[in-house]
Each structure stands twice: as C-alpha cells, then as structure tokens.
C-alpha cells in the first residue's frame, strides 16, 4: 500500500485548505483511513478517520467543527477539508491507514509521507 498526500501549503489565520491523500491498494475501501499531524517538537497527534464505507467519522476535539474528513472510494481517495485553520494547526499532516477504525496512531497499519500546513497568524 502507497499513500500519497498532497494540498498543503501556505494559508493566513481563518482560511482554508483541502487535503488529499492517494492510496494504491485494490481494497481500499476495506481500510479506514486517517489523518495525523506532527508540530515541531510535538508527538504525532489524531486529527480525523473514516470508516472503510465512510459511514463513520472521528474527530480531535481541537478540530472539531473546523475539520472534515471525507472519502472517494471510487477514486481511492480520502480528503481533509479544514476550515477556521488556526496557528496552532501548523504541522506535518499524515494520512494513514488501518484495518480497523482507530484513532491511534499505533494501530495504523500504512503512512504516508507528510504535507506540510503553515497558518500564519
């Protein structure tokens, strides 16, 4: 499995960015796909996942309301509308994926390479 994540970028505080991430598998709508960031001097953190169906959606609770996460299954791909983007949004975002719906990054069982998010404020 190769993910591939794309659309970050440079956005002011209060804009918007969409993020994409490509997976090449076959069976891709059997994994859940997530999203996890990494601020400089910071542990990875959950940010959002998705079911296998897209049925159903988790979120941090410090994106919450600001975020969504959606996903193609035709097109083998998970997105990640975020909204309201803050300073304290900036980092490295990973897209990954699991088996089973989890919000742990322990548990993903692929990861992409990152795409950097910088909200100036």
């Known amino acids: 499995v190769q993910l591939q994540a794309s659309g970050g970028g440079l956005v002011q505080a209060g804009g918007s960015l969409r993020l994409s991430c490509a997976a090449s598998?076959?069976?891709?709508?059997?994994?859940?796909m997530g999203w996890f960031r990494q601020a400089p001097g910071n542990e990875r953190e959950f940010v959002a996942v998705i079911s296998g169906s897209g049925t159903n959606t988790h979120y941090a609770d410090s994106v919450k309301g600001r975020f969504t996460i959606s996903r193609d299954n035709i097109k083998n791909t998970v997105y990640l509308q975020m909204n309201s983007l803050k300073p304290e949004d900036t980092a490295v975002y990973y897209c990954a994926c699991s088996w089973a719906l989890s919000q742990s990054a322990t548990d993903m069982n692929y990861w992409g390479k990152g795409t950097l998010v910088t909200v100036s404020s």
């Open positions: 598998v076959r069976t891709f709508s059997r994994y859940a």
